[in-house]
């Protein structure tokens, strides 16, 4: 079985990906990118979205903060990003998976900090 840190390192990576073609290919999205920014990844969910998967990404956003956070130097902003997953693929899951995940994954927002 793998690990619940091992799913969450494979979710990140995916997000990761998706924000580093969104910051490339959207002049106006990257230029709102403080320099030398440390990103903390957050996932969205739609709110009739079922409460297992509501409560498994609220523990993969805290995880994603907490990593995201620990080694970060006094000097670096730290800029928050929301990707907002699909509602029909999320509703069709019936686990938070890295899979469920690469699929629904469709828009990514900046929030202030």
């Not at 490339?24 to 990844?41: K, M, Q």
């Not at 969205?44 to 979205?49: G, I, K, N």
């Not at 956070?69 to 902003?77: F, G, K, Q, R, S």
Request: glycine content about 2%; hydrophobic content about 40%; charged content about 20%.
């Amino acid at each position: 079985m793998i690990s619940q840190e091992r799913i969450y390192q494979e979710v990140i990576a995916i997000l990761g990906r998706g924000l580093d073609r969104r910051i490339i290919g959207d002049p106006d999205f990257s230029a709102r990118i403080p320099a030398f920014s440390h990103f903390v990844i957050k996932i969205a969910v739609s709110h009739d979205t079922t409460l297992s998967i509501k409560t498994a990404i609220e523990e993969f956003n805290q995880w994603s903060c907490r990593i995201s956070t620990a080694n970060v130097e006094e000097e670096h902003p730290i800029c928050h990003v929301t990707c907002h997953l699909r509602p029909l693929l999320v509703q069709a899951a019936n686990e938070f998976t890295p899979q469920m995940v690469s699929d629904s994954c469709d828009i990514y927002e900046l929030v202030p900090a």
